[in-house]
């Protein structure tokens, strides 16, 4: 079965930190582009960071550089994301992605991260 579970969320005063894991089960994500969104209440699904399949790059959203971290393992076959110095807006619900060169296409279920005082 093909899917992406997420994992590593919760409830954090702001300025703490916490990874987000990713694990896929039934593909390699080694051959996928990799991608963590997110969505606050009431807003839009947007990005947070991506790393590109064939040369590993990876890109942030503007707002996020230097705080969050996207990695993978592909012996582990997931992916995280790292998340430090969280404040007040980081709350949202987490999604990963893997996209494939064929169009395949697979999402995480989402994850709640909350920053709360």
């Known amino acids: 079965q093909v899917q992406l579970v997420e994992s590593g969320g919760g409830l954090v005063q702001p300025g703490e930190s916490l990874r987000l894991s990713c694990a896929a089960s039934?593909?390699?994500?080694?051959?996928?582009?990799v991608t963590w969104y997110r969505q606050a209440p009431g807003d839009q699904r947007k990005l947070v960071a991506t790393i590109i399949q064939n040369t590993g790059a990876t890109v942030y959203a503007d707002s996020l550089k230097g705080r969050f971290t996207i990695s993978r393992d592909n012996t582990k076959n997931t992916m995280y994301l790292q998340m430090d110095s969280l404040k007040f807006e980081d709350t949202a619900i987490y999604y990963c992605?893997?996209?494939?060169?064929?169009?395949?296409?697979?999402w995480g279920q989402g994850i709640q991260v909350t920053v709360s005082s």
């Open positions: 039934g593909f390699s994500i080694s051959r996928y582009a």
């Open positions: 992605r893997a996209f494939g060169r064929f169009g395949n296409d697979y």
